[in-house]
């Protein structure tokens, strides 16, 4: 299992030092960094380090919901552009993403059970939710400097469904079943 902490940490700087916006464009980069801390580092770091990770374990709803409030709230135009042209509210956003994913990780796989299943189901929704309103929107929602175009814009959008999606309904149906299987045993 350590192992997949030292990957978790391995992607963490990847994540925070590869230049994806001259890669993949200014958007896509952002959702890259996002998702890849709240849905793929975070629960590296879970799985891997459950003792260092402890202390993120809350419970299901209420990682969820403060998950929820984090990642609304940073693609608002008004704090995704702060942090896009400000370096102490990127770093600010990135820490807040990467807490935010911690919390939902550690409390719904702690917590385990129907109501962590819950947490994460909940938490795929409301991805899947932005993600198709970033890919959907009929123009640019940011400014320049913090996306390049419409297709930028929805191509994060469709990054977002890709990976968050998924990532969180496999999750919380696993729990689900384990839970099931417990309640049936």
Do not use: D
Not at 55 to 77: C, D, K, N, Q
Not at 137 to 147: D, E, F, I, K, Q
Not at 160 to 169: D, F
Not at 175 to 185: D, H, I, Q, S, V
Request: glycine share 14%; charged share 10%.
């Amino acid at each position: 299992m350590k192992a997949l902490g030292i990957l978790g940490l391995a992607l963490l700087l990847a994540i925070w030092v590869w230049p994806w916006e001259g890669w993949i464009g200014l958007f896509p980069a952002h959702m890259v960094r996002h998702m890849g801390l709240v849905a793929v580092v975070a629960p590296l770091l879970v799985i891997g380090f459950p003792k260092a990770t402890r202390i993120f374990a809350v419970s299901p709803l209420a990682a969820t919901v403060f998950e929820f409030v984090i990642v609304w709230g940073f693609h608002l135009p008004a704090l995704h552009e702060g942090a896009a042209f400000s370096t102490p509210a990127f770093v600010a956003e990135q820490t807040l993403f990467l807490l935010a994913g911690l919390c939902v990780w550690a409390g719904c796989l702690r917590g385990g059970g129907l109501a962590g299943a819950g947490g994460l189901l909940l938490t795929s929704m409301h991805m899947t939710l932005l993600g198709a309103l970033l890919t959907l929107a009929p123009r640019v929602l940011y400014v320049p400097g913090c996306v390049g175009s419409l297709a930028e814009q929805q191509l994060g959008g469709m990054m977002m469904l890709a990976i968050g999606t998924p990532v969180y309904l496999i999750a919380g149906l696993w729990l689900t079943g384990g839970a099931l299987k417990e309640e049936t045993a």
